[in-house]
């Protein structure tokens, strides 16, 4: 992330997409929004889940949510599974 708030993603076939975030925002709300579209570029990419549910790796991927002012990547079920930036 840029000290404007360009963030830049390469996926495993070069190609780049990159996209601005707030800067302003609570840390860990920061996670999660980075987190999620970080998520959406690599499952788009990649064509499978992303990050994988350990739970459930055929059925859906992980969600990230921010509870308790923490950003988590959660099983769609509720099961927390880590924090995000942990996997």
């Avoid at 404007?4 to 920061?30: C, I, K, N, Q, Y």
């Avoid at 889940?49 to 079920?77: D, R, Y």
Wanted: with cysteine; proline share 9%.
């Amino acid at each position: 992330c840029t000290g404007d708030g360009m963030v830049t993603v390469t996926t495993d076939d070069s190609a780049t997409e990159s996209f601005s975030m707030d800067l302003t925002d609570d840390p860990a709300v920061f996670a999660w929004k980075l987190a999620d579209r970080v998520q959406t570029i690599l499952i788009e990419n990649r064509q499978r889940f992303v990050p994988p549910c350990p739970l459930h790796p055929e059925e859906h991927p992980l969600t990230s949510q921010v509870i308790g002012g923490t950003a988590l990547w959660m099983c769609p079920t509720g099961v927390t599974v880590a924090p995000v930036g942990f996997l």
